[in-house]
């Protein structure tokens, strides 16, 4: 008798995320014209090979803190859970369908059917390039979009829509857009590298 394999993306985690080297914010209501601002914060840990373990949480009232599980596949991980690539994927195409469906329930557009397709290509010479003593490099080459829609609306309304999504999405945003960002080492207890740019 087979048995069935063992694969697990997440489920709710009882407590938020507890990061240890920056406070998480509080949200605040914001004030017309002034946009939201929310954040997202992460706590994960390596465990056993490539698995890995992370509680995620918004910090807006009423998300709840989901604990993820992430894996590779063999022969470096197990294939217990998706690759971390997928999660970001994932995360790209979905948050362009929220303000997709958000946008067309607001503005009472019909809409038979949306759909949306994605393809990212990314680059690393890990597995074959380090081998002969380079550096691992990774990188991505392009993120592809196509989003499907039949509607009986006007071309130009559903063109309208798709505008608005994609000025609306802040995962389209952070792939079409230098942003600051900073990353941090802390290595026994002392920070030992910090740089950052935009």
């Known amino acids: 008798m087979a048995t069935e394999k063992f694969f697990h993306v997440g489920e709710l985690n009882a407590e938020q995320p507890q990061p240890t080297q920056y406070e998480p914010s509080k949200f605040a209501k914001a004030r017309h014209p002034e946009p939201y601002r929310f954040e997202v914060n992460l706590t994960a840990e390596a465990g056993d090979m490539q698995k890995k373990t992370g509680v995620v949480s918004v910090n807006i009232p009423g998300f709840s803190p989901v604990k993820l599980y992430c894996d590779e596949q063999p022969p470096v991980g197990n294939d217990t859970a998706p690759p971390p690539l997928a999660f970001f994927s994932a995360g790209i195409g979905f948050?362009?369908?929220t303000h997709l469906t958000d946008i067309l329930n607001a503005r009472k557009i019909q809409v038979d059917s949306l759909k949306l397709e994605q393809r990212i290509v990314f680059k690393t010479n890990l597995g074959h390039m380090r081998d002969h003593g380079y550096?691992?490099?990774?990188?991505c080459d392009i993120v592809e979009t196509h989003v499907i829609i039949e509607s009986p609306e006007p071309e130009e309304k559903i063109k309208d829509l798709l505008n608005e999504a994609e000025n609306g999405c802040m995962a389209h945003y952070a792939l079409r857009n230098p942003i600051p960002w900073s990353t941090r080492l802390v290595y026994n207890g002392e920070e030992v590298i910090s740089r950052s740019g935009n």
Do not use: P, Q
Not at 135 to 139: E, I
């Open 135 to 139: 550096m691992t490099d990774g990188g």
């Open 95 to 97: 948050c362009l369908m």
